[in-house]
């Protein structure tokens, strides 16, 4: 990544917990950009930190393209999706695709369209989940087998999971499914 996409990513990741802090900014509104915000619930046991957002790298995660989703203890919790994971989810795609589409470029990537954002508390810990389409532009065969997921945990990177073909509770836990109203299969 280069130098300059990363203080962006930086200054995305520190502006936007001070906007949402403030009031500025948590009707999320993401008109154009695919993204799908809600405001976040008054309190819940598992809403962010500062510490959880403020400062994180948006990418450097090896995706990993194989993790289970961990079955949901806690609280699942739809959240609007954050800035920084939008700068960081096609990076980690193209990432993770860039062997298989060998002509592509990153200025390629198409997405986050139809995003799907929330955390839930798992045996594990407390892990934030992105769901998202996305595409090469020019590739029909790049468009198959989505939505994909990326997922970070309190102390970690963003990774890129990978595709869920179709089927969200292969790749997210089902408690966080059932609240963005989704089903399995």
Known sequence: MKTSTSAAALAAAIAVPVLLL???GSSGDTKGSGATSTPPPASTSAEATPSESAGKPTSG???S???????ATGKAVKLP????????MPDLYFEKVSSQYPNAKRNMVVGPKNTLFGRVTTANGVFTYAVADMSIRGNALSTQDGPHVWRRG?????EYVGETGGNLCGQVPQALVKVW???CG
């Open 61 to 63: 995660g090896r995706p």
């Open 81 to 88: 999706v954050t800035q920084e994971a939008m700068l960081a």
């Open 154 to 158: 309190a102390d970690t990177d963003w």
């Open 22 to 24: 403030s009031g500025c």
């Open 181 to 183: 109203g989704k089903s």
């Open 65 to 71: 393209g194989n993790a289970q989703a961990p079955q």
